[in-house]
């Protein structure tokens, strides 16, 4: 474990513009050197607090703790961030616009060309350093986008919607450079809509729904707070000798007769175990496989919000 | 978030806009057509391009007989119809007909009828021969000798100075400086309009791009803000220092090409006007005037207080190109895209426009109460109080100078934090139509 097990502490925070209230006393903590999903449907405030932890904007109330102590601007250096509306200055050359943007972050002359030669020889991009921006693809362009947002080394790097519009080769790409970026320590929060890509990357998440967290924890807690007590199970025999064996605990959802191997889906009833249903099964029939049917990131997602997560960033 | 990033913020925005080609192109076009002015319109007063052969149509012919023609006019005096003469310039050489009507002696006026327009000087030079000979022959009819009569004239000049306390040699004064002046504020007017309105499409152009929001993770926005706004201004100053230096190079070099000789010969004559001029011939001492008044002009331009007018200048440039700047960055941050901006432009650049046109009547009557009163409201002050300045401030009214750049600062001061407030929201708000009401909504977040 690191020295502090929260890097981020989101403590209360609330946020007004006028008459909407886009953050309603959000509270939740941020592990350190995991991948954090920051999810929630648009307009749920996802944006605003992200904006609320770069400080490009402030609490009305709440705070936010960096390693125990309240965000303060010289914390900027230790933040990379990539936002969903991104851009660089299109005249600019490539090599400058990346030192500027660096070197904004409180980086030293030669230390930024240190790092972003790495980067650039890393992602191999060196070819393009004297190239106008407008001259890039929109992929070479958020690759750039990437680097920048990552060069400076950050402790926390906040990835809002950072696959939208990247062609499947840099989407894998870029997946392994932030797994690679997370296996160095640095704490990655990652905000989505896409169900899938928080499956498979992250550890961690937190749900907000109109300005309102719904909830947070890691990604297995969270699914298992959702559990249905479902079961899918694989067998040889008929849906009667099956139905036969099961008892009042257990109610058959789902059935697809085989001609060897027939599925079913059990639902628990009454605090019943799987292991009770594994005993009853095999005490009849032959069990070819047996599992917990866990609801899937995009199934609470829905659950919790009534909404369909989209893929693609709008906003 | 350091005085650093500002640095590297100016830095940006100077050297991405030194380095434009624009940047460059009109770096030097501006003073080459500034000296190109300049020296054509000395050129003109010193060169005439043609000899004028002028047919003179005399009514009261043989009266204007003795006409004589002088540097590079000859008259030949006619007796003939105006038609008749209309005809003989088609068929001829003659380069313009001098009509002399009969009543000439009444109404003292005559006409020129001319196929391509002579110069002003011609025109002076055929009103004075004519005049004079008016005279001449009235005098001999009075019976005074021509002489006698040159006694009688009393050529008179005023030489104005300003009054520099006891015991000081005052500063002899003349209209140039306050054409400078007029310059100058010309100059304000424009360097404070194009470079506020490259702040306004700074901002738009970050707006739009969707750079703002990783910069402004990095930097507060009121830091963004102020960078693009000093950077520019470097930008607009350094445009000027360079077109004042290319142009007094540049003239310096172009009036010693162009019209060297003549200016010697000028500077020779300066002596000869302490001469009693009785004994000159008249087209003679007319052609010394031009010539020492061109002398005069170079005399009158280093006579010029320059370190005052350049301070003058700074200060007002920079006062009302912060002022103007800050609300055109507001105006940026407020807007999705360039055509959005014209509902907001043209009411925070009217008084700017405004101070521009009446600067013309400042320029006639400088202490006049608009004068006097647009010099110090601070939205027109940089341009009045400019030229002002160069017709000289008596130290009785330099409390309006005072007061102006007083109040001006302070209305920079408070406008730069107005539009921060405005900026910090607006450069973050897409698709939504900023009314004034909305940006006073703005003002007022907590952000």
Known sequence: MPEHQHILSIDGVSKRFGNFEALKHVSFNIPAEEIFGLLGPNGAGKTTLIRTITQITAPDEGAITFKGK??????????????????LYRKMKVW????????????EKHEAAQRLKEWFERLSMTEWVNKSVEDLSKGMQQKLQFVIAVANDPKVLILDEPFSGFDPVNTELIKQEILRIKDQGTTIIFSTHNMSSVEELCDSIALLNKGEKVIDGTVEDVKSTFRKSLYEVRFKGSKMAFANLLGYRFEIIDFQEGSVVSNAVVKAHDGATGNQLVQLITSGLELVSFQEKIPSMHDIFIDLVHEEPTTTAEE | MSANNTWLIIAREYLTRVKKRSFIVMSILGPLIMAGVLIFS????????????????DDNYPYFEALEGGDRISYEVMDMSLTKAEHLLEASDYTAILYLPSNILQSKAGQLIFKKQPSFRVQRQIEESIQQYMEISKIQSFNISEADYRRLKAPFTLATFQFAGAGREAEETSMLPS?????????????????????????IEEKTNRIIEVIISSVRPFQLMMGKIIGVGAVGLTQFFIWIMLTVVLFAVGQRVVIGEKYVAGSQQQVMTEVVQEEMMEDERLNLTQLSDSDNLFNKIRRINFPLMLGAFLFYFLGGYFLYSAMMAAVGSAVDNDTDTQQFVLPITFPLLFAYIMSFSVFENPSGDLAVWMSIIPFTSPIIMMIRIAFGIESGDMWQVYLSMTLLILTFIIMVWIAGRIYRVGILMYGKKASLKELYKWITYNI
């Open chain 2, 42 to 57: 000395f050129w003109l007063s010193l060169e005439e391009s043609e000899d004028q052969k002028i047919l003179v149509v």
């Open chain 2, 179 to 203: 054409v400078v002046g007029l310059v100058f504020g010309i100059l304000i007017y424009l360097f404070i309009f194009m470079y506020s309105v490259q702040v306004m499409r700074g901002v």
């Open chain 1, 96 to 107: 400058d616009q990346a030192m500027y943007l660096v070197r904004l972050k409180g980086l």
């Open chain 1, 70 to 87: 309240g965000l303060h601007s010289n914390h900027t250096q230790y933040f990379g961030y990539l936002p969903e509306e991104r851009g």
